[in-house]
């Protein structure tokens, strides 16, 4: 009997581990070292931004999130018809107007671990700053919530690499940026 249990587990973890990818990029809007209230529950979140460039970290998500689609692809049925991947995953519009960029909010129920560039662990007293440069795992979990069909991300783990804002410069524009020089003829 131990060795079914042992086979289970051990497909349960292979399963899982295909809905599982990092995420290189910087966390923004953090709540990783103190929870906040969402649809009145607890939890810690993180926005992840990565650069819309990123072919790499695009494909690796959307084999996760297909993976966790046809793992419970049963869920996913409206009116005795099985939805298909592209009904269920719909693009998410974020509040943030910087271009170039990609973001992927994550939850999680419990503290994500949190370690240096070192794999030593953090015991951080603050949240990370915003744009803060990051590793960061998510496990995509298919469900319907409210009757609503959706995947969405589960933070795991964050490897949190330099505690600076890398995103601080790209909305800065300046007036010299902005507009030409114009010519004596045209000023009054």
């Known amino acids: 009997m131990e060795a079914v249990f042992k086979k289970a587990k051990a497909k349960s973890k292979s399963q899982l581990q295909a809905q599982r990818t990092k995420i290189d990029g910087c966390i923004c809007r ?58 269920v995953v719909k693009p998410n519009k974020e509040d943030y107007d910087i271009p170039s960029f990609y973001f992927l909010r994550a939850t999680a129920t419990d503290q994500p671990d949190i370690i240096d560039g070192h794999k030593k662990p953090l015991q951080l007293t603050s949240e990370p700053v915003f744009g803060a440069r990051a590793k960061v795992s998510v496990l995509f979990i298919a469900t319907k919530l409210g009757g609503i069909p959706r995947i969405y991300a589960d933070l795991q783990n964050i490897q949190l690499i330099k505690n600076q804002n890398y995103l601080e410069d790209i909305n800065n524009f300046t007036a010299k940026d902005d507009f030409d020089e114009i010519s004596d003829d045209e000023i009054d």
Request: proline share 3%; charged share 30%.
């Open 30 to 87: 953090n709540n990783v070292v103190t929870p906040t209230h969402i649809y009145n529950q607890e939890k810690y979140c993180t926005m992840i931004a990565f650069p819309m460039d990123d072919q790499q970290t695009i494909s690796n998500i959307d084999k996760a999130m297909r993976a966790a689609f046809e793992q419970n692809r049963k869920k996913f049925s409206e009116n005795g018809k099985e939805l298909a991947y592209e009904e």
